[in-house]
């Protein structure tokens, strides 16, 4: 008995140290770099940070470039495609798909990164 | 002591009917599916139009469930042992209905995921906040005052309970009524006379309602309504259209008179196309006149006839609904009173609307919840009315 | 017994005294960290003043530069949002013709804040009116309450909004006086695009600024001035 749970204790831990290779998604981070606060911080309170800071900026009108979403994009939108969105690697995608967490974000919020939008405007 | 529904309530027919009912609750699910992927493009509301088929049925339905409590105040509130025995289908119809319109009206939602938001955040001065609080409190009202007409050691608490749905559903038919009375800018809509408008207008067509369900039961079961509460509920119903009458008549006339109003009122009365041909035919004649025709006249006045008066009714009733809430949008807002305007944006024309499938789909959607409600609530519990009523523990 | 609680009372004094003198600094922190703190004031109400009589009819400047700034499509289909639309009048009992364009007015006490059942539908302090559309649950009931008819429901699902302009389907939405613009210091792209000068924007709390001192010396008046909803924009010349 003592034998069967240990083994199966056993089979349960083994898979957390496959996950850094193989179960994290792949991300197209973008430009990448220092973010505004460490990774780990963000994974955990990024949406905590933009349901405070949305409404700071929208019904107030306090508006923190550092943490704007707008600032967000400009970082990390794949310098591929200008996108945090638009494939399945993208940044917000990627993690989103992974832990099976509907965006809502982007029904409105423009995914692009704005200098890219700017220059796709006035091209036309 | 448990409860065995008739044998006539297992017969295959009864489950078609809940089957097609069933069909119906899919149908309006799946169109309301198509509407939150693709957009209120695919239905036929716009910028003009922005309430449309799905408001029709639900406010029917809201304003019904509020009338058809009156059955059962008058049997609780108002004593009359007559009006006892069918204070429960009553209840079971109220929540019935209310569930099926209240389910369109989320569902029409331009967001329907947001229901939650809706329910956690409020603005004291919307009424349509205050609803939110005003339906749900209505469901759970509703419940208790069926517990204490249901169950013989409550039966001492039907009364206060009752008062209280009574209470309740009045403000809630007024927030109805509110709803359109506080648009102050519309000419269609900124009335006091609007919340008694809809009061009397619920107790109308929630009696037209009970007694077309009551009539359906009895039938199945192969029993007959007693010829004194038949008489009694048909006189009532009169007197109900009549007051109804009055009030839509009242509110009409004094528009007239208010020569700002006036383009308005030409409008529906007489210019405007389907509007005032729905208003004329379909409520006053259909809804009103006809059936009290069917209820009055010395030579009519059998079930049949009271029957026909209820369906009568009830037709007239959306008619009512489709030219109170979409001819009241299609008849252009009075921005430069004086001007003849004109825009990109239909300034100074009259708006157009055709009802989508979606819309209807989604409108019958509910009357089918409704009906399946109801239907599965006979039948699990001890709804139909018993002729004889229960004198046990109350006077 | 008494010596005991005592010496915890003055032990406890001591410790939150000390303990809100090591946080302070942090809360200063805090606020220098999150930038400008400031954000919109009720000290200022952002206005706007049209000459209508300078507003020439079948021009559709200000229009297209709205549909462009905030990535509207410019359709004028019964389903297309127009957040600014011109209106050609005529008089009925002159026969004077004019034109002007209409917005949402910003009122000081808007119809549509007050049926918002969410509210979504918001003054800001600076006397914008604004949709969250975080909040907004697509009721329409503003659309409904709406005197000048400023709102447009979105119909269909967007692609490719303005980063500065969030817009999506089933929110409703409206002239938002390009509050984007306006929190960097700018003006309504309106404002700015017109030719002929009929827009005037700024604060009408400031006394100096060129639109108080227009109102304050030019007849003007609100639309719908019967609903005493005090709207920020002004017309003169109608």
């Known amino acids: 008995m003592k034998r069967l749970a240990s083994l199966l204790l056993c089979l349960c831990v083994a898979p957390v140290w496959a996950g850094d290779s193989a179960g994290t998604p792949k991300l197209d981070i973008g430009r990448g770099g220092q973010c505004v606060e460490d990774t780990q911080w963000m994974r955990k309170n990024h949406m905590h940070m933009l349901k405070h800071q949305r409404d700071e900026a929208l019904r107030k009108g306090i508006r923190d470039e550092k943490i704007s979403l707008k600032n967000c994009i400009e970082c990390h939108a794949s310098m591929k495609d200008d996108s945090v969105i638009a494939r399945a690697d993208s940044f917000c995608v990627g993690c989103h798909k992974y832990e099976a967490v509907k965006l809502d974000c982007f029904e409105c919020h423009s995914g692009k990164r704005k200098s890219a939008w700017l220059q796709q405007r006035d091209a036309k | ?395 | 017994m008494s010596d005991i609680d005592t010496q915890r009372r003055n032990f406890l004094k001591t410790s939150v005294g000390a303990a809100a003198i090591a946080i302070a600094p942090g809360m200063l922190l805090f606020d220098i960290a999150h930038g400008n703190p400031e954000g919109a004031s009720s000290k200022v109400r952002w206005g706007m003043l049209i000459d209508a009589e300078q507003c020439k009819p079948g021009c559709n400047d200000c229009v297209t530069a709205c549909n462009k700034e905030n990535g509207l499509s410019g359709g004028t289909a019964a389903t297309d949002s127009q957040w600014i639309r011109k209106i050609e009048l005529k008089d009925i009992s002159t026969g004077r013709e004019l034109s002007l364009p209409m917005m949402c007015q910003h009122c000081e006490n808007p119809p549509c804040v007050d049926v918002c059942p969410t509210n979504a539908s918001f003054k800001r302090a600076d006397g914008i009116v604004l949709v969250d559309k975080h909040r907004c649950i697509g009721c329409r009931y503003c659309m409904m309450a709406c005197p000048y008819k400023a709102r447009s429901f979105v119909h269909e699902v967007l692609h490719d909004q303005n980063p500065d302009v969030p817009r999506g389907k089933g929110t409703v939405e409206s002239c938002t006086l390009c509050v984007h613009r306006i929190d960097q210091g700018g003006k309504p792209a309106c404002a700015e695009a017109c030719p002929n000068n009929v827009i005037l924007f700024g604060d009408l709390n400031d006394p100096a600024s060129e639109i108080a001192k227009k109102v304050r010396s030019v007849a003007s008046v609100q639309i719908r001035a019967d609903l005493h909803l005090n709207p920020g924009v002004r017309y003169q010349g109608i």
């Open chain 2, 1 to 395: 002591m448990s409860y065995t529904s008739p044998n006539q309530l297992r017969s295959p027919l009864y489950y078609l009917l809940l089957a097609i009912a069933g069909l119906m609750v899919l149908g309006g699910l799946a169109a309301v599916h198509e509407m939150e992927s693709q957009g209120h493009i695919i239905t036929g509301m716009n910028n003009q139009i922005v309430w449309g088929m799905p408001h029709v049925f639900a406010i029917f339905l809201i304003v019904a469930a509020s009338g058809v409590l009156n059955v059962s105040s008058i049997g609780s509130v108002f004593n009359k042992p007559a009006y006892k025995a069918r204070g429960p289908l009553a209840g079971l119809l109220s929540i019935a209905m209310l569930g099926g319109g209240l389910m369109v009206l989320m569902l029409d939602l331009g967001r329907p995921d947001r229901v939650i938001v809706a329910a956690t955040n409020y603005n004291p001065t919307s009424v349509f906040a205050w609803n939110v609080l005003l339906y749900s409190g209505m469901f759970a009202a509703v419940v208790v005052y069926l517990w204490t007409m249901m169950e013989k050691r409550m039966y001492p608490w039907s009364k206060p309970a009752g008062l209280l749905v009574f209470v309740w559903r009045f403000v809630l038919t007024t927030g109805t009524g509110l709803i359109f009375a506080f648009l102050g800018a519309r000419q269609a809509y900124g009335s006091a006379v609007l919340p008694p408008m809809f009061i009397i207008l619920s107790f109308a067509w929630g009696i037209a309602v009970f007694h077309i369900v009551q009539s359906a039961i009895y039938a199945w079961n192969g029993t007959s309504l007693d010829e004194y509460v038949q008489k009694r509920m048909r006189n009532l119903m009169g007197v109900f259209v009549v007051a109804a009458l009055y009030f839509v008549a009242a509110y009409h006339l004094t528009n007239l008179y208010f020569s700002r109003q006036s383009a308005f009122e030409y409008f529906i009365l007489r210019d405007g196309g389907i509007y005032p041909q729905l208003f004329w035919w379909g409520y006053v004649v259909i809804g009103n006149l006809l059936p009290l025709l069917l209820i009055f006249h010395p030579a009519l006045g059998k079930s049949k006839c009271v029957i026909g008066a209820s369906l009568a009714i009830i037709l007239g009733g959306f008619a009512f609904l489709y030219v109170f809430i979409i001819g009241g949008q299609a008849f252009p807002l009075d921005i430069f009173h004086g001007f003849e305007v004109s825009s990109t944006f239909a300034d100074g024309m009259i708006g157009t609307y055709r009802p989508s499938l979606f819309e209807i789909l989604l409108g019958f959607g509910g009357l089918g919840v409704a009906f399946v409600i109801t239907a599965i609530g006979i039948r699990v519990l001890d709804f139909v009315p018993h002729e004889i009523p229960k004198k046990v523990g109350h006077h």
